[in-house]
């Protein structure tokens, strides 16, 4: 049995679900606000702008491998077909495909759009606090270049934290459709 199971997609399916809400928590309950409190600002910034689109990437691949490796399901009546045709089955348009999809596409919108964005906004600021001679951080008051800037910086942050917080409820409400099937 054992063997038959490594050609099996569904150890690599709950593995690969494991990873997604395991990083997922990590980065967004733990990992980041340690390394905010602990780190000096700079270095920081250059920890995030590092981590983040490796962690991004993950969070965008993860789902797709989930929609490949979903195993079929057999009910009383039928069986639900696996991989992509099991994502696109009807049944599981809200308690699979939704989930996952959401996940998908909060990932890529912080991978391809928010994240870089957030990451030139961080550079602008650093040419500014040289042309100012001050920190963005700094008590005020600062230049208007700056201002703009520092809320340009926050609407991209609360923006990818928004999008970061619905996937990470996108993979749990995904958990409770794994956990019945293991019901």
């Known amino acids: 049995m054992a063997g038959s199971l490594i050609y099996s997609a569904a150890p690599y399916h709950i593995i690969s679900y494991g990873i997604l809400l395991g990083t997922t928590t990590f ?17 920081f910034s250059q920890l995030q702008q590092a981590t983040f689109p490796i962690y991004f990437s993950m969070q965008t691949a993860l789902p797709i491998l989930l929609a490949l490796t979903l ?11 696996s991989s ?26 912080n991978l391809v759009y928010i994240g870089p964005e957030t990451t030139k906004c ?5 040419h500014q606090e040289t042309r100012d001679g001050k920190k963005s951080y700094d008590a ?27 996937s990470w ?15």
């Open 27 to 43: 980065q967004s309950f733990v990992g980041g606000i340690v390394a905010f409190r602990n780190l000096p600002r700079p270095q």
């Open 71 to 81: 195993p079929a399901e057999r009910t009383a009546i039928s069986t639900i077909p």
């Open 84 to 109: 992509i045709s099991g994502v696109l089955d009807p049944v599981n348009r809200f308690r699979v495909l939704a989930p996952l999809l959401t996940m998908f596409a909060t990932a890529t919108a």
């Open 122 to 126: 961080m550079r602008e600021r650093k």
């Open 140 to 166: 005020p008051p600062h230049s208007k270049e700056m201002q703009a800037l520092n809320q340009q910086f926050s609407r991209l942050h609360g923006a990818s934290s928004l999008v970061n917080l619905l």
């Open 169 to 183: 409820m996108a993979t749990l409400w995904y958990g409770f459709y794994l956990a019945d099937r293991i019901s």
